[in-house]
């Protein structure tokens, strides 16, 4: 365990165990949802805030139904009254797609400021665990490979993409600076692309997008030549490998992602061959500081939560074709009515 761990007064209680009542800022959001829902389908409460900035009101419909479900409307901005204390607070709020960032600069510098200080502040006033989603982005444009949370990245701070990734650093100087001098329990869970049921068809991040187009026959749109990497994880393994992170009192930061790298353009082929759709491909200029390879060394979590994605990207893949097919049918079907 870290040295800071042990510094930490307030250990963090086990969310599979009794009911708690966990808060999750940004609970509208693609991860938001599927982390109010494996929460409450382990017998907890949960509170989540969120202002719908990337969201809508439809995503949490499903999660209305549930009695231990409270949504509050809000910006973490605005330092929101809250009732009651919290056992747990999973910090989730902020644009998470560059089209989404690109489009709420401002925004999204003031949410990983300002918004997570006040978000501190509810852990502190509940004395309770506190996680922060940070991101793979801070690690910039990599000149490592696989990326370690030792390494201390390559960011261009005044670039377009800055506005996320110095607001995620930012965050996690702050995480980490509360709980050296206040000894609250943060911890920092730097999360790699995660996909799967729930992500938007118009959200912007390649494999909601190329599954659109390629179900639309509409050409994938491949930025630059398509040799640069990512690697995918699929929702469920990065919501559970999250949720450990919340039990436990580590520090962080704790990269969670799936380690199996593959090239935008392999992505498009792939999606082409389990969609079935003869979409050709259309090559676009490269994005400004668009990192060129992106794969995370998951050993600390393997280690420290005895966590490791399960699901490979030809299942998760074809789930997320299966979902984003069916939501297309439903939409049509309501359009033509
Ligand atoms: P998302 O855009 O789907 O969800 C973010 C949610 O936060 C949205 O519902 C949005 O309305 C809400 N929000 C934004 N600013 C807010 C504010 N000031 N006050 C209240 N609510 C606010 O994104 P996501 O994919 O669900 O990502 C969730 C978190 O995980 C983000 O913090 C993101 O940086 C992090 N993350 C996600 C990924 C990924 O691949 N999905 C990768 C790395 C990090
Ligand atoms: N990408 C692409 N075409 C698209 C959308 C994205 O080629 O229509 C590429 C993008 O340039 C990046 C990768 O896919 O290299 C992942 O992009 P995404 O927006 O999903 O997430 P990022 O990892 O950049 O935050």
Redesign the pocket.
Known sequence: MHPAALAVEHLCPDIGGPRLRILI????????VHLCKALLSRGNEVVA???????SRN?IEQLTTSPDFTFIE????ANLPMEGEFDAIA???????PN?YLRFPL??L??GSH?SEFVIQAAQKSSCRVVL?????VYGDPLQKPQREEYWGNVNPVGPRSV?DES?RYAEALFMAHRRTEKINTGIA??????GPG??PD?G?VVSRFIAQALRGEPLTVYGNGSQTRSF?YVTD?VEGFIRMLESNEPGPINLGNPDEISIIKLARMILTLTGSSSPLRFLPALEDDPAIRKPDIAKAKALLDWEPIVSLGEGLALTIAWQRDLFTRTTTAQTK
């Open positions: 800022t940004g609970g509208a959001g693609f991860l938001g805030v969120d202002n719908f900035v990337t969201s995503s809000g910006d973490v901005c910090h989730l709020a902020c644009p998470a797609s989404d925004e999204t003031a949410t918004g989603a940070s991101t793979s982005e996320y995620k730097r999360i790699f692309n995660t996909y992500l938007r959200d991040r994880c990065l």
